[in-house]
């Protein structure tokens, strides 16, 4: 399933600005007749810069299709000149910030989903306090981060984010890891496959039973790797548009 990362698919149909830098920028897919919120999307790739929202057309023509406008912003990432510490958190948080007034003109950002790959699933959760979201999707998120840098998840690749581990900096972790905030504020749906090898249940899985709260709740789906919970063309998107859909 990991052909989803380079597959085509159409242009989308407006790009946004929220900031000055080159990366500062959103794609915005919007339906032909609306039938669903509007999903604001995070992509993976272990916040590095060899991945970047390109690879979310696929999933974003595809909820176009089915009446979900579709907002995939784009971030800093580890190495890029102001990515990792902080500006990957803090573009996310502009990004988020923006959007509504941004997007406006062509949906209605009320009620908005904010869904996340990966380390997209890890900025969704991280983020999911932001004001007049109705819930989260997180899909083979890196939910904990102390768990993922201990683990040596993404070859270290929390630690090139951080710059260290929690007991290295452990004020970047108060701030940036989701198990460390609490239960989650809105509801909730975490899914993770329990064939993933980038990204193990168990980090997801420890997350949504210790943190997450009451509003949180994990969907395992069986022999699922990483990449399938992105791929319209995989027997487990439907899972995708179920929780989308009981969102609304």
Same mark, same amino acid.
């Given at each position: 399933m990991a052909d989803v990362l380079t597959r085509p698919a159409p242009p989308p149909d407006v790009v946004l600005r929220y900031g000055d830098h080159p990366e500062h920028v959103i794609d915005l897919r919007l339906?032909?007749?609306?039938?669903?919120?509007?999903?604001?999307?995070?992509? &993976? %790739?272990?916040?590095?810069?060899?991945?970047?929202?390109?690879?979310?057309?696929?999933?974003?023509a595809d909820l176009a299709a089915r009446g979900f406008p579709v907002a995939c912003p784009e971030y800093r990432r580890v190495g890029q000149p102001g990515g990792g510490w902080?500006?990957?958190?803090?573009?996310?948080?502009a990004a988020l910030?923006?959007?509504?007034?941004l997007v406006r003109p062509y949906a209605d950002p009320a009620g908005a989903v904010l869904a996340g790959h990966s380390a997209g699933g890890h900025l969704a959760l991280l983020n999911a306090h932001t004001p007049g979201l109705a819930g989260v999707v997180a899909l083979a998120p890196v939910a904990d981060l102390a768990e993922g840098?201990?683990?040596?998840?993404?070859s270290g690749a929390v630690a090139a984010l951080l710059? &260290? %581990?929690p007991h290295d900096v452990p004020e970047r972790f108060d701030r940036a890891d989701p198990a460390r905030r609490g239960p989650l504020p809105i509801p909730t749906v975490i899914i993770h496959g329990d064939a993933d090898a980038d990204v193990p249940l168990a980090n997801s899985a420890g997350y949504a039973a210790s943190v997450g709260g009451d509003l949180c709740r994990i969907q395992v789906l069986p022999g699922v790797e990483h990449f399938a919970v992105i791929d319209p063309l995989s027997?487990?998107?439907?899972?995708?548009?179920?929780?989308l859909a009981g969102l609304r």
């Open positions: 339906p032909a007749t609306p039938a669903g919120p509007l999903v604001v999307f995070l992509h &993976g %790739g272990f916040w590095r810069a060899a991945y970047d929202r390109t690879h979310t057309g696929p999933l974003a902080p500006g990957t958190l803090d573009d996310v948080e910030a923006a959007l509504p007034g840098h201990r683990t040596g998840m993404g710059g &260290g %581990g027997e487990s998107w439907h899972h995708v548009l179920s929780a």
